[in-house]
């Protein structure tokens, strides 16, 4: 097909609910390491990953050796039939996750389907259907994820979902409550006391969070909010539920998953994407009491897939290998110095946050008010592709740019990266925005601004 071809078959016959970001649809043809490259040959620096999933780079030649070997090896027998790639795996992620409590796994294809198990399996273990989830998250685009996530735009309407709540989130640069971190004592995750108080029976299934909002735009607690909010859940008798689809298998730094920055064993972990780097899988890691509660019969046609368990294995190992983790703490300190100098030198930037290689900006019209940008960020996501940049977009009022390259990316790779990302910055906004004083007080309130889809 040729690329007009291409473009319009996609046109023609893809739900129109299928967006892609930037004004002309980018159409990328193959991809290698740090780089994709578009229909035309041109190479992209990848500082996205397909949405956080490429962990180790693209098409890596460790993990598809062996994918090459799995795949005329034995490619499907469905979930009702034993298989090593299945087994290895499982057995690997319980050597991994926190406190070595939850060694018991089940595997899917999205984390969609991971959260739909993990919902699932809080209801079962404790009785209850009451959820507690967050203002500004995102869990997937089935129904019940849907009612789960915490944004308008990406919740369809008519699907509604009874039992579940919305705790306001730690949105330090925006405080829902208007305070001030640290003297604010961490009120937001105290107020999920009175949440459940009020607007549930008292006894809840658990709680579900991001360590990290992904799509909400890189949104990052303070350290004390998570082990604040477990105490609370699991006095009224709920079951704490980390989803780390984003920010799994080292993304933060020096961790294998997001929750343990803030010292939480949680009962259950989801993930998918940087699990696989590319390829379908979804993962629900329970304590061995949480999955043996979920009795019945269930079936993943799909799920444990022994291509997609090898990949996820291999990338798993290659992580181990080459102490990627490690790599994520010191490249990504690396990326967040080279961001702030961006925004002392960019009037546009109001905050920089993340954690590793999980990074992002959020742009406001003015420090002051910090009223959101989105304007300003669909500017500079052109202004990035015509540099030879791919960068994420996110965040409610669609004003963040999201920054997260592979685990394997090294600090000259950064350094490229920011050159390029400077260059956008002063091509899109910077020409017409003068540079101002960072504002000093946080927490005021977003001015009055269009809400748009954001990623
Ligand atoms: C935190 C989080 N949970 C769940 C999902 C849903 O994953 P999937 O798109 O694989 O269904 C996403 C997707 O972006 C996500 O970011």
């Not at 050796?65 to 790639?85: G, Y």
């Not at 869990?139 to 979902?161: D, I, K, N, V």
Request: glycine share 10%.
């Amino acid at each position: 097909m040729t690329k007009d071809e291409i473009l319009l078959a996609s046109q023609e016959y893809l739900f129109p609910a299928v967006f892609h970001y930037y004004q002309e649809p980018l159409l990328i043809a193959r991809a290698k390491d740090q780089f994709v490259y578009d229909a035309d040959g041109r190479a992209y620096l990848d500082f996205f990953g397909g949405i956080l999933t490429v962990s180790v780079g693209h098409c890596n030649d460790k993990v598809n050796a062996q994918v090459h070997r799995q795949v005329d090896t034995l490619q499907h027998v469905s979930i009702v039939f034993v298989t090593e790639p299945q087994a290895a795996l499982a057995k690997k992620i319980a050597s991994l996750t926190p406190g070595g409590r939850l060694t018991k796994s089940f595997f899917t294809n999205s984390g969609t389907e991971a959260n739909e198990t993990a919902i699932l399996a809080a209801r079962c273990y404790t009785g209850s259907t009451e959820i507690v989830a967050l203002r500004h998250s995102y869990h997937g685009r089935s129904a019940m994820a849907m009612g789960l996530t915490g944004q308008g735009s990406w919740r369809m309407p008519g699907a509604p979902q009874p039992g579940i709540v919305h705790a306001h989130n730690a949105y330090c640069y925006r405080c829902p409550f208007g305070l001030t971190y640290p003297a604010c004592e961490v009120r937001c995750a105290r107020d999920v006391e009175e949440l459940i108080r009020s607007s549930t029976s008292g006894r809840v299934a658990g709680f579900i969070g991001e360590p990290i909002q992904g799509v909400g735009g890189f949104i990052t607690p303070p350290k004390e909010y998570f082990a604040i909010v477990a105490g609370i859940v699991r006095d009224h008798g709920g079951i704490f539920i980390s989803d780390e689809v984003q920010t799994a298998w080292g993304r933060t730094g020096g961790k294998w998953f997001g929750i343990e920055q803030y010292g939480v064993v949680p009962d259950v972990m989801t993930s998918a994407k940087g699990l696989g780097n590319g390829f379908p899988i979804g993962l629900t890691v329970a304590t061995p009491e949480v999955a043996d509660s979920l009795q019945g019969l269930t079936i993943s046609t799909f799920g444990g897939n022994p291509v997609a368990t090898t990949a996820a294995k291999a990338v798993l190992d290659l992580i181990d290998a080459e102490n990627l983790l490690t790599n994520a703490a010191e490249t990504g300190a690396h990326l967040r110095g080279r961001l702030e100098e961006l925004r002392h030198k960019h009037a546009v930037i109001g905050d920089v946050r993340g954690m590793g290689l999980m990074q992002a900006l959020e742009l406001v019209e003015d420090r002051q008010t910090k009223a959101p940008a989105p304007a300003a960020a669909a500017e500079l996501m052109e202004a990035a592709r015509r540099n030879g940049l791919l960068v994420g977009k996110g965040g409610m009022y669609g004003n963040c740019i999201r920054i997260s390259p592979p685990l394997n990316v090294s600090k000259s790779d950064v350094d490229e990266f920011a050159r390029r990302l400077d260059r956008s910055l002063v091509e899109c906004v910077n020409g017409r925005k003068p540079l101002v004083k960072p504002a000093s007080a946080a927490g005021r309130r977003p001015a009055k601004h269009r809400s748009k889809p954001a990623s």
